[in-house]
């Protein structure tokens, strides 16, 4: 299974699906996701899963076999690849997002700078539409801001550390 890195979204992606399906493979790290997917489509790992915006090129390209999205719903840009759930694997579902981080101490006029031009240009619909095309849902303009997302990376820290600790899982 090719990952993106060790202990990076699709490393932990893998565990989960390895758990789910009582299965075990083996890992194969590597310096992202770009160069885990060339080798999938060349055949030197079997399975791998990735975000959207790395896979749907590859599908819309026909070198990849996709089988589900991990996620609760189909996604708007690949509305014919189905959910886990109507794949046969339930609750196999991942969330990808981003953030924008700044270090500890920018003040915070820097911050409602940051989110106020972040949330004009998620509102473009040239962006949005781009965005949507690479299988990346946005969120509505009341989670766009910086405490939704504290509260979002809050929910996300208390899901995944126990899978991580579980699975032993160390930074490099």
Do not use: C
């Not at 790290?29 to 055949?43: C, E, F, S, T």
């Not at 700044?102 to 003040?107: C, L, M, N, R």
């Not at 106020?116 to 969120?139: C, E, F, K, M």
């Amino acid at each position: 299974m090719g990952t993106s890195g060790i202990g990076g979204p699709s490393h932990i992606s893998g565990v989960i699906f390895q758990q789910l399906t009582g299965t075990r493979g083996q890992f194969v790290p590597y310096r992202g996701a770009a160069p885990a997917m060339q080798d999938l489509v060349a055949g030197q790992v079997d399975v791998m899963v990735a975000g959207a915006s790395v896979v749907l090129p590859q599908k819309r390209a026909d070198t990849i076999k996709t089988y589900a999205v991990a996620a609760n719903n189909r996604l708007k840009s690949a509305p014919d690849i189905p959910t886990a759930d109507e794949a046969g694997l339930p609750n196999f579902h991942l969330s990808v997002w981003h953030g924008l981080f700044a270090p500890k101490g920018t003040p915070k006029g820097i911050f409602d700078k940051l989110n106020t031009a972040t949330v004009s240009a998620l509102s473009d619909p040239t962006v949005s539409r781009r965005l949507r095309d690479n299988g990346q849902d946005i969120y509505p303009p009341d989670q766009q801001t910086p405490q939704a997302l504290a509260t979002l990376q809050k929910v996300e820290i208390e899901k995944w550390w126990p899978i991580i600790k579980a699975a032993g899982i160390k930074a490099e």
